[in-house]
């Protein structure tokens, strides 16, 4: 199973930006797959959850109204979509597959991750 996030890059406060993470390997029919942020010297933090099987998405508080978090199922592929950023939303962000299909915050039972794609934010 492998994860490839794209679409991060350095944008001004108030701009927006588009992940994608697409995964290859296997069906994701019965998982979950999840957005994490870590950044410098910070624990990583959940910023949103899709599940594959029903239509259900979860999203950290920090990010609610300001993120959406889709999926094609066709292309494997989960995107967020980031409007207006904040300098706080600096970070590099990770999508994760939860085989379980849990949708969880908590990072622990998601067991495939991706590299990471950096994400910053000026004031």
């Known amino acids: 199973v492998q994860l490839v996030e794209s679409g991060g890059g350095l944008v001004q406060a108030g701009a927006s930006l588009r992940l994608s993470c697409v995964a290859s390997g296997r069906s994701f029919s019965y998982s979950a797959i999840g957005w994490f942020r870590q950044a410098p010297g910070k624990e990583r933090e959940f910023v949103a959850a899709i599940r594959w099987s029903v239509d259900r998405r979860d999203y950290a508080d920090s990010v609610k109204g300001r993120f959406t978090i889709s999926r094609d199922n066709a292309k494997n592929t989960v995107y967020l979509q980031m409007n207006g950023l904040k300098p706080e939303d600096t970070a590099v962000y990770y999508c994760?597959?939860?085989?379980w299909g849990s949708g969880s915050s908590d990072p622990s039972p998601y067991n495939y991750w991706g590299q990471g794609t950096q994400v910053t934010v000026t004031s």
């Open positions: 994760a597959a939860d085989s």
